[in-house]
């Protein structure tokens, strides 16, 4: 783990906001480069960074890292209302300095015997996927990405990767849920990995037999509030079948059926 003062290179919106009926609105999502040559070079798909997000936030934040090239990483980022941290970041300019620490966590996990990959991205959950994704590509893989957004706003993804689109008003692919093609597409391939929203995953472990994932691999990426980010404040800790577990230390990345979704606040 490194702690660094990250120069920023980049730092520009890619996607507009959006309300949502469920969950606090979408002021737009961020795409910023930070030069880290220590992190960059450690990084795995599935890792995070911790973040500090100025003086008016008392915690560092928790971000996926989303990409790597050479010195530098990504991080792709939602800038909610009433998020004091995220609308910190967004303002930072190039040049500018962030500090951050990291890489964090467990990431994915790629078994040797599983080339037909089936990724199922909710949202922002597209972040680590791509990283996973691009990573993935390396090794000659079989790669289908469902990708579920609300409306037809959504990230580019590399043209290397075959996406199939569901948006909550139809207005790209089909209408519905991500987890609405997962019936179609899950019994075809060897691995399974995800991410979300919260509810998402609720519905993947409890429709499992429904959607295909019953006796599937399924490497789902968790997202809570984290306090620390290195498991000593046991802040982010979870029930799961196999005792408790600290999301920043063990995870973020656990297999679907492990964690004791019963038991996980909303």
């Known amino acids: 783990m490194k702690l660094i003062d990250a ?5 520009h919106q890619v996607l507009p906001g959006h309300r949502h009926a469920h969950f606090r609105g979408i002021l737009g999502s961020w795409l910023i480069w930070l030069n880290c040559p220590d992190i960059a070079r450690e990084a795995k798909p599935g890792q995070f960074v911790m973040v500090r997000c100025g003086p008016e936030t008392t ?26 941290g995220t609308s910190w970041l967004a303002g930072r300019k190039a040049g500018a300095s962030v500090s951050i620490f990291g890489p964090l966590g467990n990431g994915f996990i ?24 691009q990573h993935a590509l390396k090794s000659n893989r079989t790669i289908m990405l469902l990708y ?6 959504r990230y580019p993804v590399s043209p290397e ?4 689109a569901v948006t909550e008003d139809g207005s790209v692919g089909e209408k519905g849920f991500v987890t609405d093609l997962l019936p179609r597409f899950a019994e075809q391939v060897d691995q399974v990995f995800a991410c979300g ?22 490497q789902i990426s968790l997202e809570v509030r984290m306090g620390c980010g290195v498991g000593v404040c046991y802040g ?31």
């Open 7 to 11: 120069e920023v290179v980049d730092n």
């Open 59 to 84: 915690l560092p934040r928790p971000f996926s890292i989303h990409q790597t090239n050479g010195d530098r990483i990504a991080l792709l980022y939602a800038v909610r209302e009433g998020g004091q």
């Open 110 to 133: 790629l078994p040797p015997t599983a080339k037909n990959l089936l990724l199922v991205a909710g949202g922002i959950g597209i972040a680590p996927l791509y990283f996973l994704a």
């Open 148 to 153: 579920g957004t609300v409306d037809r706003n």
């Open 161 to 164: 990767i075959e996406v199939v």
């Open 197 to 218: 929203p919260m509810p998402m995953y609720r519905d993947m472990f409890n429709r499992q037999r429904e959607l295909k994932l019953e006796d599937r691999p399924v």
């Open 236 to 266: 982010c800790t979870v029930k799961t079948k196999n005792g408790l577990k600290q999301v920043c230390k063990d995870g973020p990345v656990f297999e679907l059926d492990e964690v004791l979704w019963d038991e996980l606040p909303c």
